[in-house]
């Protein structure tokens, strides 16, 4: 990366470290507008899926594949649905 003066994969550790740092932070909340984005990182058929906050702006789950994407949106919506529906 030109910015950082950094290859890709060195940048792609800061970030994946920043990430699991935010993770542990992170508070479970209610979600109640979101939006699902798939990104192609290389030529071909290689794509990582977003899941963001529209509320906050701020992205809840980043992964690498179609298909751990549609599992890992699911599971966290339901999670949060979950959470909303306790009285």
Same mark, same amino acid.
């Given at each position: 990366?030109?910015?950082? #003066?950094?290859?890709?994969?060195?940048?792609?550790?800061?970030?994946?470290?920043?990430?699991?740092?935010?993770?542990?932070?992170?508070?479970?909340?209610?979600?109640?507008?979101?939006?699902? #984005?798939?990104?192609?990182?290389?030529?071909?058929?290689?794509?990582?899926?977003?899941?963001?906050?529209?509320?906050?702006?701020?992205?809840?789950?980043?992964?690498?594949?179609?298909?751990?994407?549609?599992?890992?949106?699911?599971?966290?919506? #339901?999670?949060? #649905?979950?959470?909303?529906?306790?009285?």
């Amino acid at each position: 990366m030109s910015i950082l #003066d950094t290859k890709w994969d060195q940048t792609w550790n800061i970030v994946a470290r920043t990430m699991r740092r935010g993770k542990q932070r992170k508070q479970v909340a209610a979600m109640p507008r979101i939006r699902i #984005d798939e990104k192609a990182f290389k030529k071909g058929h290689s794509y990582i899926t977003l899941l963001y906050d529209l509320d906050n702006s701020t992205v809840e789950a980043i992964t690498m594949d179609r298909s751990a994407a549609y599992v890992k949106a699911t599971e966290t919506v #339901d999670k949060f #649905d979950t959470a909303n529906t306790k009285s």
